[in-house]
């Protein structure tokens, strides 16, 4: 009888559970549509980094030019400032980001009206979904030197108007700010999930024992997001080397007074692109960006390895 069990289980195959489970498969079609166009299909694309590009023979029939592409932009003077700066900028985002998104994941978690609560979050999850070229119009609106409201707010104190476009200073604080104003709803919304789904016997206990909040935070929320924490830290990783481009350029643009503080690899890429024939060839930008790709695939790698040996339960793979 558990033979014949066992081979019945053996035998339901994939056809098996798209015909058991038919609606759920159909629900999942969109996405891995959109992800084999967008994401997979688009790899291909990846060969012109070992081509000597040239657009009238397309990808294809370039000649090819093996490791070339990645020699040039490696033996760039100016890659390593760029590397610093990109993954100096991503660890701040990094960083401050999982600060603000947990402790504002924490004091959701806190408040008792849940209609406070639901209304609250979507005020903060709402930047989210604003274009970051709106986004530039507001900076730009806030902190230009004529008519920007701080300057406005600055003369009707009595002080002179600070130049926020020509200092290069404060624009490091100013983009990590914008980032957490326009990431901070989004990102909590994980560790908001995983506070709900505590036993809330667990925080009935220890208020009866007479702990504090702060004592049931550290004790009982803090613990049950770490698993979450790590591996959404461990995934960021893999953007260490990318992202945030938009944001730099839009906010900033081709300032001269400003690119020295906020260039970054993406950057870079996209201002060689508007003068292509002056600048970096296509093939280097498409090996650059695979680059990027590499580091932060073999990233997650080694800091996945390394998380199995200090605490294997929280790994990903």
Not at 230 to 253: K, R, V
């Amino acid at each position: 009888m558990a033979q014949a069990s066992a081979a019945r289980v053996r035998k339901r195959g994939l056809g098996y559970e798209l015909r058991r489970n038919w609606v759920m498969f159909l629900m999942l079609l969109p996405t891995v549509v959109y992800f084999g166009i967008f994401k997979y299909i688009p790899m291909g694309g990846a060969i012109i980094a070992f081509k000597n590009y040239k657009f009238p023979l397309g990808i294809m029939r370039s000649p090819w030019n093996g490791l070339d592409n990645f020699r040039f932009f490696l033996g760039n003077d100016k890659f390593g400032t760029l590397i610093g700066m990109t993954i100096s900028y991503n660890l701040a985002f990094m960083v401050t980001g999982l600060i603000a998104q947990v402790g504002l994941a924490l004091i959701l978690s806190e408040i008792r009206s849940k209609a406070f609560k639901k209304i609250s979050h979507s005020l903060i999850f709402l930047p989210y979904f604003i274009s970051m070229v709106v986004v530039s119009f507001i900076t730009y609106s806030l902190f230009n030197k004529s008519f920007g409201s701080i300057n406005a707010g600055l003369a009707a104190l009595g002080f002179a108007p600070f130049d926020f476009y020509g200092t290069s200073g404060i624009w490091p604080f100013i983009l990590v700010v914008v980032s957490n104003w326009k990431g901070i709803g989004y990102g909590s919304i994980v560790y908001l999930a995983v506070i709900t789904g505590i036993n809330p016997e667990l925080h009935e206990s220890a208020t009866i024992d007479g702990a504090s909040v702060w004592q049931r935070i550290w004790f009982i929320s803090l613990p049950h997001l770490k698993h979450t924490i790590i591996i959404l830290t461990i995934m960021g990783l893999s953007g260490i080397l990318a992202g945030g481009g938009e944001m730099f350029y839009q906010l900033i643009g081709n300032n001269p007074m400003l690119t020295k503080a906020a260039d970054t690899i993406d950057t870079y890429i996209f201002r060689s692109l508007l003068n292509p024939g002056a600048s970096v060839r296509y093939e280097i930008n498409a090996a650059l960006g695979l680059f990027q790709q590499i580091c932060g695939f073999v990233l997650i790698l080694a800091v996945n390895t390394a998380t199995k040996f200090v605490s294997p339960e929280d790994a990903i793979f």
